[in-house]
């Protein structure tokens, strides 16, 4: 089959390449000049089963509504006039129950764990060394009732088979000797063994390679702009290149998905969640952290990325504004100082701000629509890095008329 890939992000590339594995013609089309330079581009890295707890839940709505009157690293909710923010924090608030929380958390788990079986199996096939890190990933908490609430809480998971350590501030050190000054700011850890790091524009990058051994064809600089239709099929795309033609599409253009699939008569949910990322230099620098994690405190996510630390933070509700300052980053970057002290060098870093793709319950959209030959592969939200292989071979299954490797319930479109 001749098929079209929108997006070329860790999404569309990895979607591109188990496609061309099963034998298809595969195109990529993406506006940028290469692949991966939105959100795939410098994110925390994480590879965190450990951490797929969905965003809603019970304690959301009042977080939320904190948020509008504070100005808070973690969250920057604002009321715009924006009928897609509405409609979307509708759909949030209704999944905001704890057996709602506990479901979307679940289908976000069974996702993750099936994905990192993937990662390792096409990092295996291809000889991609994107620095997968697999030591396990610490998540922090400076209160000991936040700890006591995070370990309680993270029994859905423990009950599901992820082995989740409680550590004490001397055994976080333990794990992590880059915590030893800030050791009297613990309260606890939580230790995911099976989390893991690496990088995923590194990752994208080199299976764009592998996917031009395999025949893939990427098209650069072509801007989407409508899906062509006729009756239940969808006959071309439209871009700045011209229209491609294609028997099958699969839709992969992250927080920009909605708007495409807009043109072909779907209603995607999916709203961007701007999010920041600050990249510091290690030089020499002996206090970086060995393993990666997150400050549950003010929700920033640290690793190692090669030489350099990589910190992130902040869902900031700003619609698709990807502009940012250096104040944006001031709180994280007092985090990292904190924790790790002499982490790199703090004096000369580099920002960054892209959109996660976060539906209203938490997992991705994958798999079928109306149109006989669209698929979906978005929605990956916070956790895209995470989701992408798994997602990918979930999408050439079903494109081959296989069963899914994994229930899909849960992650489909119909369940809107
Ligand atoms: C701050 C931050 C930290 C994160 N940390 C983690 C983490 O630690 N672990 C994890 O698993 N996930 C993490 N994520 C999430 C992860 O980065 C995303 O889920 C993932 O990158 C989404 O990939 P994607 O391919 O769907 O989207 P993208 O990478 O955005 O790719 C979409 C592609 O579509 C192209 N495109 C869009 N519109 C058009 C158009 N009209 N025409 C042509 N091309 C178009 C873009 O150029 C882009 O290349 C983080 C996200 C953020 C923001």
Redesign the pocket.
């Known amino acids: 089959m001749r098929i079209v890939v ?9 979607t591109g390449y188990c496609l061309a594995g099963d034998g298809h013609e595969v195109t990529v ?4 000049p290469g ?14 089963p450990g ?1 797929v707890y969905a965003w809603a839940s019970p304690r959301a709505p009042s977080i939320l509504l904190k948020s509008l009157w504070r100005d808070d690293t973690a969250l920057r909710f604002r009321l715009k006039p924006d009928p897609a923010l509405w409609l979307w924090s509708l759909k949030f608030l209704a999944n905001c129950t704890a057996e709602r929380n506990r479901r979307n958390t679940l289908v976000k788990l069974r996702l ?1 764990l099936f994905s990192r079986e993937e990662l390792h199996r096409i990092s295996a096939e291809t000889g991609i060394d994107c620095g997968l890190a697999a030591q396990g990933a610490l998540y922090i908490y400076r209160d000991k009732a936040h700890f006591e609430t995070g370990f309680a809480n993270s029994a859905m998971l423990r009950e599901h088979g992820l082995t989740i350590e409680a550590a004490d501030p001397d055994r976080c050190v333990e794990l992590e000797p880059a915590l030893a000054q800030a050791r009297d700011k613990i309260a606890g850890g939580l230790y995911c063994p099976l989390d893991e ?1 690496g990088d ?1 524009f590194q990752f ?1 990058e080199e299976l764009t390679q592998a996917a031009v051994a395999h025949g893939v064809a990427f098209s650069w600089d ?4 409508a899906l062509h239709t006729e009756r239940d099929r969808v006959t071309a795309v439209e ?2 290149r011209g229209r491609f033609v294609a028997d099958a599409f699969v839709l ?6 909605p ?2 699939a807009r043109t072909a008569g779907l209603s995607l949910p999916i709203y961007p ?5 600050l990249t510091i230099p290690i030089d020499g620098h002996n206090g970086s952290p060995r393993i ?1 994690g997150v400050d549950e405190a003010f929700l920033v ?1 640290f ?1 190692r990325i090669g030489g350099r630390l990589r910190l ?3 869902a900031d509700f700003a619609g698709y504004d990807t502009r940012h300052s250096p104040s944006d980053f001031a709180p994280m970057l007092r985090v990292a100082r904190e924790l790790f002290p002499d982490g790199g060098d703090y004096e000369h870093p580099s920002y ?6 976060m539906t209203p319950d938490g997992p ?1 959209i994958l798999g079928g629509t109306k149109l006989r030959n669209l698929w979906l ?12 292989s798994g997602s990918a071979r979930i999408l050439t299954e079903l494109i081959a008329g296989r069963p899914s490797p994994v229930a899909l319930d849960g992650m489909t479109a119909d369940r809107f």
């Open positions: 929108l997006g070329a992000g860790v999404v569309g590339v990895t089309l993406d506006r940028q692949p991966g330079r939105e959100t795939s581009f410098s994110n925390a890295g994480l590879i965190a951490h993750a790091s995923c994208t072509t801007r989407i702009d871009t700045s992969a253009l992250g927080s920009y998905s708007g495409v969640v701007k999010g920041y990322s990666p996510g690793a992130t933070a902040t960054w701000s892209c959109l996660r793709p991705p592969n978005t929605g990956q939200g916070h956790m895209g890095w995470t989701m992408a």
